[in-house]
């Protein structure tokens, strides 16, 4: 099956700095990747959608300076923190959706980002 | 933006019992999805029917939809330990493809 494979999987990172997580589909091309962050107990939300060789699309609210997506290949989306706060600190989860497979939505096992 | 509401919000059962979760959604769908996510880990696909389906089933799972009320309903029968996780329901709402998540219910089931 699809496997999509998101690192690292762990990072902490001091106040100031950008932290760059990386989410690839191994097994198949994906025109298209999600970004998602997750509270402690609370479900996931949409920060912005990744378009390969456009630029990503961004959920009302999310900031796309501090956020910053790239999506240069069909198997490689980027998402770069950037000048990282605690209150960044965060689980964040990327899904990439393979075309040929009707609704076919694979997630990466996530990214723990602690911010200190 | 989250889609709806999930409830119960937590649910805790005996090893052996079923397990009922309900999801509500605002707008109209494509389908809907529903995850597994084990604490700190990524999410699974469980099970996805499309809007002209009102049951599905596979394996221990069973799903209903009602678009009338805009409400699906995820049942696991006869729960395992291994069961325990949180569920998601999801919604493909428009044509950009986005899945948009419900709330959640986090399910504890005691061996």
């Known amino acids: 099956g699809a496997v999509v494979s998101q690192h690292p999987s762990r990072v902490i990172c001091k106040s100031g700095t950008s932290v760059k997580i990386e989410c690839r589909s191994l097994?198949?091309?994906?025109?298209?990747m999600f970004w998602y962050r997750q509270f402690p107990k609370k479900s996931l939300m949409l920060m912005a959608t990744s378009n390969e060789g456009s630029k990503a699309t961004y959920e009302q609210g999310v900031e796309k300076d501090k956020f910053l997506i790239n999506h240069a290949s069909l198997t490689l989306s980027t998402l770069t923190v950037t000048s990282a706060h605690p209150e960044d600190s965060s689980f964040y989860i990327c899904?990439?959706?393979?075309?040929?497979?009707?609704?076919?939505?694979?997630f990466g096992s996530g990214t723990r980002l602690t911010v200190v | 933006s989250q889609q709806g509401e999930e409830d119960p919000q937590a649910l805790s059962i005996q090893e052996g019992e079923n397990a009922t979760m309900n999801c509500s959604y605002k707008t109209s769908i494509n389908n809907l999805q529903w995850y597994r996510q084990n604490s700190g880990r990524g999410l699974v696909h469980l099970i996805l029917?499309?809007?002209?389906?009102r049951e599905k089933h596979s394996g221990r799972l069973r799903v209903t939809l009602d678009t009338s009320k805009k409400s699906s309903s995820l049942l696991i029968t006869a729960s395992r330990a291994a069961d325990t996780a949180s569920y998601f329901c999801?919604?493909?709402?428009?044509?950009?493809?986005?899945?948009?998540f419900g709330q959640g219910t986090t399910l504890q089931v005691k061996p």
């Open positions: 899904s990439a959706r393979e075309v040929t497979v009707a609704y076919g939505y694979t």
């Open positions: 999801a919604t493909d709402a428009s044509n950009t493809g986005k899945l948009i």
């Open positions: 097994d198949f091309q994906a025109t298209t």
């Open positions: 029917i499309r809007s002209n389906e």
